[in-house]
T-cell receptor, first 110, second 112 residues
Framework: QKEVEQNSGPLSVPEGAIASLNCTYSDRGSQSFFWYRQYSGKSPELIMFIYSNGDKEDGRFTAQLNKASQYVSLLIRDSQPSDSATYLCAVRFSYDKVIFGPGTSLSVIP | NAGVTQNPKFQVLKTGQSMTLQCAQDMNHNSMYWYRQDPGMGLRLIYYSASEGTTDKGEVPNGYNVSRLNKREFSLRLESAAPSQTSVYFC???????????FGPGTRLTVT
C-alpha cells in the first residue's frame, strides 16, 4: 500500500515567521513530488513540484526533497494571513498514478 | 483559457437517481482524473484516463463509471446514487512529465 503522510495540524505561525510543512512517503521509487494549496471551499492549486534531491525555491516558497529519508517539505518564508489554507502533499509513484496526503491546515496569525 | 471546467457546480440527488458529472479541459493535456474529497479523508482517486481511449480504476471506483469522450472531455457517471456518495468531486488534468495536475472548481453533490 503506497502511502503519503502529513501532520493534519492545525499548524499556527505568527505573521512574518517561517512555516514548515512536512510530508513522508512510503515508496522509494517515487519520482515526482508536488505541493498544492487549498483554500476552504475551493479547489487545490499547484504551488510547486520537485523531483531532484535538494531545494527548489519559488518566491517565498522552498520545497526540499530527501529521497534517502523519503521526506519532502515546504517552507513558507514571511508567512502572511493569506497563506492560511490547507497544504496538500502529492507523490507520483508511477506513470500517471499520484497519491495525495491528507493535508496540513496552516493558520497564520496577524 | 478556461483551464478545467466542471458542471454542474452543485447537485442534490435522491437515493437511486443517476447523473453524469461533466469535465472539460482546454490545455491539450493527455491525462485526466476524477477525485472525491471528504472531510478528514483527503483526495481519493476514483478513475483516471492516461490518454484518449483509455481509463483505469483508482482507489475508490465502486459505484462510478467514466467515459473519456475525446481528449478534452472526461465524464463521471453515478448510475444509482447512494448517500455514501455525498462528497465534493474534483476533475483534474495533467500534461506529460512531471504530471502536475490542474483542478477544476469542483461539484458539490448531496445524496439524500
Amino acid at each position: 500500500q503506497k502511502e503519503v503522510e502529513q501532520n493534519s495540524g492545525p499548524l499556527s505561525v505568527p505573521e512574518g515567521a517561517i512555516a514548515s510543512l512536512n510530508c513522508t512517503y512510503s515508496d522509494r521509487g517515487s519520482q515526482s513530488f508536488f505541493w498544492y494549496r487549498q483554500y476552504s471551499g475551493k479547489s487545490p492549486e499547484l504551488i510547486m513540484f520537485i523531483y531532484s534531491n535538494g531545494d527548489k525555491e519559488d518566491g517565498r516558497f522552498t520545497a526540499q526533497l530527501n529521497k534517502a529519508s523519503q521526506y519532502v517539505s515546504l517552507l513558507i518564508r514571511d508567512s502572511q494571513p493569506s497563506d492560511s489554507a490547507t497544504y496538500l502533499c502529492a507523490v507520483r509513484f508511477s506513470y500517471d498514478k499520484v497519491i495525495f496526503g491528507p493535508g496540513t491546515s496552516l493558520s497564520v496569525i496577524p | 483559457n478556461a483551464g478545467v471546467t466542471q458542471n454542474p457546480k452543485f447537485q442534490v440527488l435522491k437515493t437511486g437517481q443517476s447523473m453524469t458529472l461533466q469535465c472539460a479541459q482546454d490545455m491539450n493535456h493527455n491525462s485526466m482524473y476524477w477525485y472525491r474529497q471528504d472531510p478528514g479523508m483527503g483526495l481519493r482517486l476514483i478513475y483516471y484516463s492516461a490518454s484518449e481511449g483509455t481509463t483505469d480504476k483508482g482507489e475508490v471506483p465502486n459505484g462510478y463509471n467514466v467515459s473519456r469522450l475525446n481528449k478534452r472531455e472526461f465524464s463521471l457517471r453515478l448510475e444509482s446514487a447512494a448517500p455514501s456518495q455525498t462528497s465534493v468531486y474534483f476533475c483534474a488534468s495533467s500534461p506529460l512529465v512531471p504530471y502536475e495536475q490542474y483542478f477544476g472548481p469542483g461539484t458539490r453533490l448531496t445524496v439524500t
